[in-house]
T-cell receptor, first 116, second 115 residues
Framework: AQSVTQPDIHITVSEGASLELRCNYS??????LFWYVQSPGQGLQLLLK??????LVQGIKGFEAEFKRSQSSFNLRKPSVHWSDAAEYFC??????????????FGSGTQLTVLP | EAQVTQNPRYLITVTGKKLTVTCSQN?????MSWYRQDPGLGLRQIYY???????DKGDVPEGYKVSRKEKRNFPLILESPSPNQTSLYFC??????????????FGPGTRLTVL
């Protein structure tokens, strides 16, 4: 079964600073990988996804993530954080096989606080 | 506008009183799913459906039922709610058939409190 670990429960950065949110996954083959963001009181919005090809994936709002197979990681990065980026971020893994494997498994989330 | 809608958005109920949370999508997606979100646990899948009349259990199905009689609707039913089902619930949908279509689109959430 697949699993996702987000080691950082809470991260605080200053506005304008760079950001990296960690995500490690466990899966027997190359998975589908996603990052979602949840603003307070809102649903989840897809930031970016990795299915295949280039391991550096660009997403919305200036975010990017890099798939590193050797480290089983899919860390999310942003070079300069804006106050509006304060939210909770979820990494998710999806299995590639057919049948019942359209499930997504989510990490427990990382809460991002942005200081002025 | 393409969207997933859930109703109600907020619900307070009492133990044992049957309730239904509706979910509807207008994107003609085949795949639909229900999750619950609890602090420190992220999102956990309750049930999912790969097509009309096809449903399957997710990671935490106990105490829940679903049905998929129409493609656009996927209601979540709590026959006898208990306080441990107090949570934030999300419905999601996704186009199916190919791997590149596995992005899931989420509804706004339903906050349920069971007293």
């Amino acid at each position: 079964a697949q699993s996702v670990t987000q080691p950082d429960i809470h991260i605080t950065v200053s506005e304008g600073a760079s950001l990296e949110l960690r995500c490690n996954y466990s899966y027997g083959a190359t998975p589908y990988l996603f990052w979602y963001v949840q603003s307070p009181g809102q649903g989840l919005q897809l930031l970016l996804k990795y299915f295949s090809g280039d391991t550096l994936v660009q997403g919305i709002k200036g975010f990017e993530a890099e798939f590193k197979r050797s480290q089983s990681s899919f860390n999310l990065r942003k070079p300069s954080v804006h106050w509006s980026d304060a939210a909770e971020y979820f990494c998710a893994v999806g299995a590639r096989s057919s049948g019942s494997a359209r499930q997504l498994t989510f990490g427990s989330g990382t809460q991002l606080t942005v200081l002025p | 506008e393409a969207q997933v809608t859930q109703n109600p958005r907020y619900l307070i109920t009492v133990t044992g009183k049957k309730l239904t949370v509706t979910c509807s999508q207008n994107m003609n997606h085949e795949y639909m799913s229900w999750y619950r979100q609890d602090p420190g646990l992220g999102l956990r899948q309750i049930y999912y459906s790969m097509n009309v009349e096809v449903t399957d259990k997710g990671d935490v199905p106990e105490g829940y039922k679903v049905s998929r009689k129409e493609k656009r609707n996927f209601p979540l039913i709590l026959e006898s709610p208990s306080p441990n089902q107090t949570s934030l619930y999300f419905c999601a949908s996704s186009p199916s058939r190919t791997g590149k279509s596995d992005t899931q689109y989420f509804g706004p959430g339903t906050r349920l409190t069971v007293l």
